[in-house]
């Protein structure tokens, strides 16, 4: 099989393997589309402490079951699936509670073990007894059955953000997961949505799937506007996308009193720039991060894409064949578009 190797930082190889074997209790799937993640690209460009070289990365996956060992009784040839991204343990306390996705082992699609940037990817045992691989609806296409994971990524943060319908909303980065929060507020009836973004292409992006109001932060004060635009009370909730300790104090700002804000993206080092506790305390702030999601939200992102209750083709702005992973890497990484997504089946 064809397969794009990781051997080093910034070191991607299309290479020519054996197609695998499974064992008695495994599956192989037939890739049939990867999205590229942003923690793929950290992976590529900085490397990380659970990837070995040479790895195969890539856990937005969706695809064909084309074997089952003898062992696997829940899924049959012919199945059509995505994948959670996370390999739990079932075993440790966050396991037993629901909360594979912070499991103490850490394992995961594409780190410790081979993902989807190939034509063929096989599931360990662990992975199926206590991941997240759920069929898919015959309607829907492989391309957006990918986005499974990110969105469920997306649903968990909301969840915990606890938004209202009427509440309003700033949403900084309108990349391709800061325009699902976007589409989603819309649809859970959010009654004025802001993002805040620096690309123009990206502020057109986020006003055609549902953001009510576009900040340029280098043409205007992103305080200032918001508080023009919320009568100087600020905005019920914040969601941060972007990678900037900056952006995470300034929220903190654009917060009302007894608001809440949610930090989707880690910043991409340690940081001099201390956090300002002030507002927390006395506007009586909840702060709250996520990272990945439970089996459940991935389940519920599933519906989400086979009921359309989204337009999710938008979010797709780029595909390429396995060839051409690099280019979708480097694609992502240049901010072109939202969503670059591999295509294993797609001729060069």
Not at 32 to 61: F, K, M, W
Request: net charge negative; with cysteine; aromatic share 6%.
């Amino acid at each position: 099989m064809k397969a794009v190797e990781l051997t080093g930082k910034r070191s991607l190889n299309l290479t020519e393997r054996d197609r695998p074997s499974i064992q008695d209790d495994e599956i192989l799937l037939k890739v049939h589309a990867v999205g590229v993640c942003g923690s793929d690209l950290r992976i590529y460009q900085n490397g990380d402490d659970r990837v070995d070289y040479p790895r195969i990365t890539g856990h937005e996956i969706a695809g064909e079951i084309v074997e089952t060992g003898p062992e696997v009784s829940r899924f049959q040839i012919g199945d059509r699936v995505t994948l959670g991204a996370h390999m739990p343990c079932g075993t440790c306390h966050f396991c037993q509670a629901n909360e594979g996705h912070h499991c103490v082992e850490g394992w995961s699609i594409g780190y410790q073990v081979d993902g989807g940037f190939a034509e063929y990817v096989v599931l360990p045992s662990l992975f199926i007894r206590n991941g997240s691989v759920q069929r898919i609806a015959a309607t829907t296409s492989y391309k957006l059955a990918c986005l499974s994971e990110p969105f469920s990524c997306v649903l968990s943060g909301l969840q915990e953000l606890e938004v209202q319908a009427g509440e309003t909303v700033v949403v900084y980065g309108a990349g391709a997961i800061g325009c699902m929060y976007i589409a989603a507020l819309k649809r859970m009836g959010a009654a004025k949505i802001i993002a805040v973004q620096r690309s123009k292409d990206r502020q057109k992006k986020a006003l055609e799937i549902g953001a009510d109001i576009v900040i340029d932060p280098n043409m205007e004060n992103t305080v200032d506007s918001v508080m023009a635009e919320t009568e100087g009370v600020g905005v019920h909730a914040v969601i941060v996308t972007a990678p900037s300790p900056a952006v995470q104090n300034e929220a903190l700002i654009l917060a009302r009193t007894t608001g809440r804000v949610l930090y989707f993206a880690g910043i991409k080092s340690v940081t001099d720039m201390p956090i300002n506790t002030n507002p927390i305390i006395y506007k009586q702030l909840k702060i709250v991060g996520t990272h990945g999601a439970p089996r459940h939200l991935h389940m519920e992102a599933v519906k989400w894409i086979d009921q359309s209750l989204l337009d999710f083709s938008f979010f797709v702005t780029h595909t390429f064949p396995l060839e051409e992973t690099e280019i979708a890497f480097e694609t992502a990484l240049s901010k072109e578009g939202l969503k670059s997504v591999v295509v294993p089946t797609q001729k060069k």
